[in-house]
């Protein structure tokens, strides 16, 4: 197995998130708020850790109209182009940003009816504190939804990855992309960080060839 390795937990270059926020996610965000809403309800409040540059909370208010995001993130450059993608699309009053560490968050228990989170857990050396505390701030009943890249077996198959899902990207853009693929966790490797927490492992499941996805809910 590919040994994992880490890269920059929180992306403060200017570069590197304009490069993010450029990349084509359509299909992979459409197919996460799809797969969000089918696994709902999801209820009115949700809040989005590592929300980037806000492209998911976004799409899902375009797609549920009652639905308000707390978008949190700790890059200020993430937040910054968040900002403008939320204003772009009219949303001022739906999304709300927050800069904010995941692993020690400022709000109360039992505060969100949902709490989702796309690509951020490759990003963090450990990953218990913040699942502990996705669940702390979720209402009982609530919702946890959570995707991330699955590190492949072997440096060709990252290659084979990166090759065929980036496409037109620049080479700037593939590193990235091939740089979280190294990064990421198995499902092995989640399962066994999450079951402390009373999350069973069936709960992880492969969503992808190149995705784990994590879908619980809070025991009422």
């Not at 929180?10 to 996610?25: C, K, P, S, T, W």
């Not at 996705?134 to 090759?163: K, M, N, Q």
């Not at 960080?193 to 992808?208: D, E, H, K």
Request: proline residues 5%; contains cysteine.
């Amino acid at each position: 197995m590919l040994p994992r390795t880490l890269e920059p937990e929180v992306m403060e270059d200017r570069q590197e998130a304009i490069e993010y926020n450029q990349m084509d996610h359509r299909t992979v965000n459409d197919r996460f708020v799809a797969e969000l809403i089918d696994a709902g309800p999801i209820g009115r409040d949700v809040l989005d850790l590592g929300t980037g540059t806000a492209l998911i909370p976004v799409a899902l208010c375009l797609r549920d109209q009652e639905v308000r995001v707390m978008a949190s993130d700790a890059s200020t450059e993430m937040l910054e182009l968040a900002r403008y993608n939320i204003e772009l699309n009219h949303l001022l009053d739906r999304v709300q940003l927050n800069r904010c560490d995941a692993k020690k968050l400022v709000f109360p228990n039992s505060y969100f009816d949902t709490v989702m989170s796309n690509s951020l857990v490759h990003h963090l050396p450990t990953c218990d504190s913040f699942f502990a505390e996705a669940i702390r701030v979720l209402r009982p009943g609530g919702l946890l939804f959570v995707r991330d890249l699955c590190r492949p077996e072997s440096d060709a198959d990252v290659e084979r990855v990166v090759s065929l899902y980036t496409d037109g990207e620049t080479d700037y853009s593939k590193q990235l992309f091939r740089q979280s693929l190294h990064a990421a966790l198995t499902v092995a490797e989640l399962q066994e960080i999450v079951s402390p927490l009373g999350i069973p492992s069936q709960a992880v499941q492969m969503s992808s060839d190149r995705h784990w996805t994590l879908i619980y809910r809070k025991p009422v």
